[in-house]
Structures are given as structure tokens and as C-alpha cells.
């Protein structure tokens, strides 16, 4: 059964255990910046946020199968707009992948930012990942528009769905 719990930034286990989802998972940083994992991933992941965001509106979870964190997630509460939520980033190790622990990921996440009175989840994914894209598109995000930024190997695509 897969289970959220917070991590903050200032935990040193916290910042290991992402470190290791994303070396566990070197495709996802292949495809989309064309480069290994690194530690440069954790920082972007604890303290990367949009322009005008605050901390306090950034929600870094993992996600576990008993004590094992096996993915971490980043979440945006109300951008672009107040109704919605915008996630940075869902990702696995990629010896959970494939076991249906996104989709289980996608819905605790929903439970969360409807508590927060959002109606809408946006994300964006880079083109050069398909099997995220695909991911997405099967779990009814619908393409909103799509635009280009030079740290990433393709385009990015932005998608967006109500919460269900």
C-alpha cells in the first residue's frame, strides 16, 4: 500500500532519500536534461519554486510502501491560479514503476489539494519522457499548450485536469 508523508529540506535522510529515488531513476534525467542524476536534482526538488510562489506553498512528499520510499512528489498549492494545484514532479525509482503506484500517487495527491479548495491539477512533462506523457494523457490531463525552455531536451508540455 503506498503512503505519503511530508520531508522537509533541512532533513539531511530526507534530502538522501530523494537523492537515491533519482539515482534510481537515471532515465527520468536522461531524457529530460540529458545528463546523469545528481545532487543538483535534491536542491531543485526542496527549493525550486514559480516566480511570486513562497515556501510555504510548496509541499515535498514521499511517497513509501511501508518504511521504503520508493518516489517523491512536488506540489504546488493555488498556482497558476488560486483553484489550482500544480505538481513539479512525480517520480519513482524505476523498480516501482509500472505497479500502479503513479496512479495510487495521482489520487493521494487529489485528496490533498482538494483540501486545499483546489479544483484543477496542472503539471508539465517534457516531451522527450513518453512514457509520462502517456501516463497523463491515460490518467485524462488534456494538453493546454506547449512551449520550450533551454534546460530541458524537449519541449514542455503543460496539462491540466479537474480533480476528480
Given at each position: 500500500m503506498l503512503?505519503?508523508?511530508?520531508?522537509?529540506?533541512?532533513s539531511a535522510s530526507d534530502a538522501a532519500q530523494v537523492l537515491?529515488?533519482?539515482?534510481?531513476?537515471?532515465s527520468y534525467s536522461h531524457l529530460v536534461e540529458g545528463r546523469a542524476p545528481s545532487n543538483a536534482d535534491?536542491?531543485?526538488?526542496?527549493?525550486s519554486m514559480p516566480a511570486g510562489k513562497e515556501a510555504a506553498d510548496k509541499f515535498t512528499i514521499g511517497l513509501c510502501v511501508g518504511t521504503d520510499m520508493v518516489g517523491c512528489a512536488d506540489v504546488i498549492r493555488a498556482y497558476p491560479t488560486s483553484d489550482c494545484a500544480f505538481i513539479g514532479l512525480l517520480i519513482f525509482s524505476e523498480a516501482h514503476q509500472s505497479r500502479g503506484y503513479g496512479?495510487?500517487?495521482?489520487?493521494l495527491i487529489e485528496e490533498m489539494t482538494r483540501g486545499w479548495g483546489c479544483t484543477m491539477i496542472r503539471l508539465a512533462v517534457i516531451s522527450t519522457n513518453p512514457?509520462?506523457?502517456a501516463f497523463w494523457q491515460r490518467e485524462g490531463f488534456d494538453i493546454l499548450y506547449r512551449t520550450s525552455n533551454p534546460r530541458f531536451t524537449g519541449d514542455?508540455?503543460?496539462?491540466?485536469?479537474?480533480?476528480?
Amino acid at each position: 500500500m503506498l503512503t505519503i508523508r511530508t520531508l522537509t529540506p533541512d532533513s539531511a535522510s530526507d534530502a538522501a532519500q530523494v537523492l537515491r529515488v533519482f539515482m534510481e531513476a537515471p532515465s527520468y534525467s536522461h531524457l529530460v536534461e540529458g545528463r546523469a542524476p545528481s545532487n543538483a536534482d535534491v536542491d531543485d526538488f526542496f527549493n525550486s519554486m514559480p516566480a511570486g510562489k513562497e515556501a510555504a506553498d510548496k509541499f515535498t512528499i514521499g511517497l513509501c510502501v511501508g518504511t521504503d520510499m520508493v518516489g517523491c512528489a512536488d506540489v504546488i498549492r493555488a498556482y497558476p491560479t488560486s483553484d489550482c494545484a500544480f505538481i513539479g514532479l512525480l517520480i519513482f525509482s524505476e523498480a516501482h514503476q509500472s505497479r500502479g503506484y503513479g496512479r495510487t500517487a495521482l489520487r493521494l495527491i487529489e485528496e490533498m489539494t482538494r483540501g486545499w479548495g483546489c479544483t484543477m491539477i496542472r503539471l508539465a512533462v517534457i516531451s522527450t519522457n513518453p512514457r509520462a506523457f502517456a501516463f497523463w494523457q491515460r490518467e485524462g490531463f488534456d494538453i493546454l499548450y506547449r512551449t520550450s525552455n533551454p534546460r530541458f531536451t524537449g519541449d514542455v508540455i503543460v496539462m491540466a485536469r479537474a480533480i476528480r
